[in-house]
């Protein structure tokens, strides 16, 4: 198993799960709302470099920049 941000630019995964803990109930709350929820299609599109966001394609349409913070709670299965 693999986090988001063990993902290469340009690899697609399918998310796994949302690790859950007292500490980020409202991540998941906002996660969820994007559309990261289990089975769905996760692709980095772009890395910042020193430690910036990642850019992120989420199922065919949804884009979105994201903490490389955030991303270590979302894991993730390699597709194909």
């Known amino acids: 198993m693999m986090t988001l941000l063990d993902l290469e630019i340009g690899q697609i995964?399918?998310?796994?799960?949302?690790?859950?803990?007292?500490?980020?109930?409202?991540?998941?709350?906002?996660?969820?709302?994007?559309?990261?929820?289990p089975?769905?299609?996760?692709?980095?599109?772009?890395?910042?470099?020193?430690?910036?966001?990642?850019?992120l394609r989420i199922g065919s349409t949804t884009e979105v920049a994201m903490r490389r913070s955030e991303a270590q709670h979302i894991l993730v299965t390699l597709d194909g």
């Open 13 to 37: 995964a399918s998310v796994h799960e949302i690790l859950r803990d007292y500490q980020n109930q409202n991540l998941i709350t906002r996660l969820e709302a994007l559309g990261i929820i």
């Open 39 to 55: 089975e769905k299609p996760i692709q980095i599109l772009r890395k910042a470099i020193l430690g910036g966001p990642l850019h």
